[in-house]
């Protein structure tokens, strides 16, 4: 036979071959529990390919076999993994943005003592999807979705992980802060913890022990996902970092009192 090969998908699906497991046909239950488990197997699916001889008058056509071509979806040719891993750093993230309750004064400090809910703008947490691509033969769509919000404060020789469990946060529809912060939290301006009764800790909040310059290290991590062919897969997190700088001052009145 003269003429060129061409590979043609037999069906747009994808199918699971997976491994039959040493036990009893007749623990129907577990059985199924194993082939549950394991449905989505990255390693273990498979796409079908019939193996076409196109005739050089390119009008006829034979094919190759009475069966089609098994091949791995990790095989290099099918393999997305690279292509997501290199595409997922051409996405551009939100450039985190922080915020602060008790807001800085007019001169843009915060104060000695006073506790400070630290926070992002709600523009700087959100999702980014990308539109449709077809890369070897998937259809694939993109997500990055931030699921941690980490917080560190520099200032002297001092640092200070500040914990923000954004998973137990109620975003409140119209707040300038994510997370919102808690009800009652605004409800005095100078919500004074002198260190010798110092309040209970609280997720997301940081309270200056001196005065002085430093930073606040912002940290998102974003989980990201790809759906291919109707199936979705997890790959390596993102984290998008913004250094912000920040002042706390010491209103001497208000420290030495009690």
């Known amino acids: ?26 623990e129907v239950k577990a059985l199924n529990a194993f082939f549950l488990a394991h449905m989505h197997d990255y390693n273990g699916e498979i796409r079908f390919f019939w193996v076409d001889c196109m005739h050089p008058d390119g009008k006829n056509r034979t094919s190759i076999g009475a069966r089609p071509v098994e091949v791995r979806i990790t095989d290099p040719l099918l393999d997305i993994r690279v292509w997501v891993e290199g595409r997922t750093r051409q996405i551009t993230l939100p450039t985190p943005e922080l915020v602060t309750l008790p807001e800085p004064g007019p001169l843009g400090w915060l104060k000695v003592n006073n506790p400070a809910w630290l926070a992002v703008t709600p523009e700087s947490w959100r999702s980014v999807t990308t539109p449709p691509e077809i890369v070897n033969g998937w259809d694939v769509t993109l997500t990055v979705r931030p699921t941690v919000l980490a917080f560190t404060v520099d200032q002297g020789d001092a640092r200070h992980a500040v914990a923000c469990d954004v998973a137990a946060q109620r975003y409140v529809r119209g707040s300038a802060r994510f997370p919102s912060e808690p009800e009652g939290f605004t409800a005095e301006p100078n919500w004074f913890d002198p260190p ?57 009145v208000v420290n030495v009192i009690g």
């Open 1 to 26: 036979m003269t003429g060129t090969l061409r590979y043609r998908e037999t069906e747009p699906i994808i199918v699971p071959r997976l491994p039959i497991p040493e036990m009893d046909w007749f």
């Open 196 to 252: 010798d009764r110092p309040l209970a800790p609280r997720d997301c909040v940081w309270t200056p022990r001196a005065k002085g310059d430093g930073t606040v290290t912002i940290a998102i991590t974003y989980n990201v996902t790809a759906i291919a062919a109707g199936r979705v897969f997890e790959f390596a997190p993102r984290t998008q970092t913004v250094v912000a700088p920040i002042e706390v001052v010491e209103l001497r």
